[in-house]
């Protein structure tokens, strides 16, 4: 199914030795040119040094995707490549005769748009983004009296959800709408820029949009931004004691995370720390885990986990039983869902900077054919001409494959709860009256689609067949509420799995 295979679902998996093997023979003009490229990209030898800084694997991760000039996301924005495709006009689903003719459009939206990848939100847009307007919607209809309405997107892409929630609000709801500030955190100025023109210019919405253009995992980014927003009273700023909604559209995937061992039969567990050397014999204890050729190899390093970020994760992961703490039959893996990510965003930035809100996130839970060996490990992919081709590991070349993770979301119900009983604590101690009320749970799409879509009807092929509910069923929605005064959140589901 085309969700089953992640992002680009319609596309064969092929390895490098595959794509070097097709770019020698079997491949066609440009498509074999371009894999002939990538083979040579991924053979180059890297600057000579005697032993590089270890690094911890996130920020290994971190530097390899967002590298200000030679990350992953950098080189794609600067050169203008799409990224994410956006779509044109929305689908329209009625007229396909049922999941074939479903398929064959995206695919041939993919041929058209010569993007890496297309998400649910653009595929199904505006459906997508009504749902999470919705849950939006009835949760401030919960309040008495209706709260103004404010919304953050992090990492807004290309303005799509942000375009499609702010057009339902003022078609269905008004006086929300009305009452509404939505602000799209954005780290790069190429799409900061791309979402003003679609979401204030072209969309209308410039009285109550507004880019936000900071770190969203930084608390000291996040109050700098709303000093600067209610000096110049752009909007986009919100007391502390005003709910907030924070809505995250895979986002997850693509934060760093870390890589933890253990042997068998041992209980104590290891963090990994990479480097690169030229000279094998200085590495002492290291394992060499791939290599690039020439000179300049990564390698790997196994030690005691000492890091605090990684030794929180794994706390987490062992209360709620998830893969990283579930017993010594498992030997290895890369375990720790966004062991400075996550915690960063949550316990730092949106406790601290909107201490009472609701934060809605949307990710797969699960990658199909991953080469990298262990349990949650990344989907690594190149894509080249219109074709996606994976990586055996994680240690490439920096900027060279998009590094995507499946989300552990009962580890991130854990990890929620525990950064919010620790911002209690924090308040309690210091003397402060009010305690939050703190929901976590997590559910399949199709739940979530069901309880909160307005037109399910709208996503249904002919056969009776609906992509929204039925395909990306790999895929599901975290919804978490930290609530500081008396006010409302989206209401837990008997589908709930946490």
């Known amino acids: 199914m085309a969700g089953q295979l992640a992002r680009h679902p319609l596309l064969r998996r092929q390895g490098i030795a595959a794509a070097a093997q097709l770019a020698g023979g079997g491949g066609s003009g440009a498509a074999a040119a371009a894999l002939a490229a990538l083979a040579a990209a991924l053979q180059q030898p890297a600057a000579a040094a005697s032993l590089q800084c270890a690094r911890l694997v996130r920020d290994f991760i971190h530097d390899s995707l967002y590298h200000p000039r030679e990350g992953y996301f950098s080189k794609q924005t600067a050169s203008g490549a799409a990224v994410v495709g956006t779509l044109r006009q929305p689908l329209n689903f009625r007229s396909f005769a049922g999941q074939t003719d479903y398929l064959v459009a995206v695919q041939q939206l993919y041929k058209e748009l010569?993007?890496?990848?297309?998400?649910?939100?653009?595929?199904?847009?505006?459906?997508?983004?009504?749902?999470?307007?919705?849950?939006?919607?009835?949760?401030v209809a919960a309040g008495r009296p209706e709260p103004p309405l404010r919304i953050y997107e992090i990492g807004g892409g290309t303005g799509t959800l942000a375009l499609n929630i702010l057009d339902w609000l003022r078609d269905e709801h008004p006086v929300a709408y009305s009452?509404?500030?939505?602000?799209?955190?954005?780290?790069?100025?190429?799409?900061?820029?791309?979402?003003?023109?679609?979401?204030?210019?072209?969309?209308?919405?410039?009285?109550?949009?507004?880019?936000?253009?900071?770190?969203?995992?930084?608390?000291?980014?996040?109050c700098a931004a709303d000093a600067a927003a209610r000096a110049s009273g752009s909007g986009g700023a919100t007391a502390?004691?005003?709910?907030?909604?924070?809505?995250?559209?895979?986002?997850?995937?693509?934060?760093?995370?870390?890589?933890?061992?253990?042997?068998?039969?041992?209980?104590?567990?290891?963090?990994?720390?990479?480097?690169?050397?030229?000279?094998?014999?200085?590495?002492?204890?290291?394992?060499?885990?791939?290599?690039?050729?020439?000179?300049g190899d990564f390698y790997e390093l196994m030690q005691p986990a000492a890091?605090?970020?990684?030794?929180?994760?794994?706390?987490?992961?062992?209360?709620?039983?998830?893969?990283?703490?579930?017993?010594?039959?498992?030997?290895?893996?890369?375990?720790?869902?966004?062991?400075?990510?996550?915690?960063?965003?949550?316990?730092?930035?949106?406790?601290?900077?909107?201490?009472?809100?609701?934060?809605?996130?949307?990710?797969?839970?699960?990658?199909?054919?991953?080469?990298?060996?262990?349990?949650?490990?990344?989907?690594?992919?190149?894509t080249y001409g219109g074709s996606t081709f994976d990586h055996g590991s994680y240690l490439v070349p920096r900027g060279t494959a998009d590094i995507f993770f499946p989300t552990d979301f009962a580890l991130l119900c854990e990890l929620y709860r525990g950064a919010?009983?620790?911002?209690?604590?924090?308040?309690?101690?210091?003397?402060?009256?009010?305690?939050?009320?703190?929901?976590?749970?997590?559910?399949?799409?199709?739940?979530?689609?069901?309880?909160?879509?307005?037109?399910?009807?709208?996503?249904?092929?002919?056969?009776?067949?609906?992509?929204?509910?039925?395909?990306?069923?790999?895929?599901?929605?975290?919804?978490?509420?930290?609530?500081?005064?008396?006010?409302?959140?989206?209401g837990s589901s008997s589908n709930s799995r946490a």
């Open 114 to 139: 010569q993007a890496s990848w297309l998400t649910p939100v653009e595929i199904f847009q505006p459906h997508y983004g009504q749902a999470i307007a919705n849950a939006a919607a009835d949760a």
């Open 179 to 222: 009452k509404c500030q939505y602000a799209c955190i954005e780290i790069s100025p190429v799409l900061a820029a791309l979402q003003r023109r679609r979401v204030a210019i072209e969309g209308g919405h410039a009285e109550r949009f507004t880019v936000r253009q900071h770190d969203a995992a930084d608390a000291a980014a996040w």
């Open 240 to 295: 502390k004691d005003e709910h907030a909604f924070i809505v995250m559209c895979e986002v997850l995937d693509n934060l760093p995370h870390d890589r933890v061992w253990r042997d068998m039969g041992s209980s104590e567990w290891q963090q990994t720390l990479v480097a690169e050397s030229d000279r094998y014999e200085d590495l002492g204890q290291w394992t060499q885990h791939h290599s690039r050729g020439g000179e």
């Open 307 to 382: 890091d605090h970020l990684v030794r929180r994760c794994l706390q987490a992961a062992q209360a709620c039983d998830s893969s990283a703490g579930s017993g010594g039959a498992r030997k290895q893996g890369l375990a720790l869902s966004l062991a400075r990510g996550w915690r960063k965003l949550v316990g730092e930035a949106t406790d601290e900077a909107r201490p009472s809100h609701t934060l809605i996130a949307a990710d797969f839970d699960e990658l199909p054919e991953v080469a990298v060996a262990g349990i949650n490990a990344p989907l690594v992919a190149t």
């Open 420 to 490: 919010a009983a620790q911002h209690a604590q924090h308040a309690q101690q210091a003397q402060q009256t009010q305690q939050p009320q703190v929901r976590a749970e997590h559910m399949g799409t199709a739940d979530f689609m069901l309880r909160y879509c307005p037109d399910l009807s709208a996503t249904c092929t002919a056969s009776g067949y609906n992509p929204l509910l039925e395909d990306y069923s790999n895929s599901a929605f975290f919804v978490g509420s930290c609530l500081w005064q008396r006010a409302f959140f989206v």
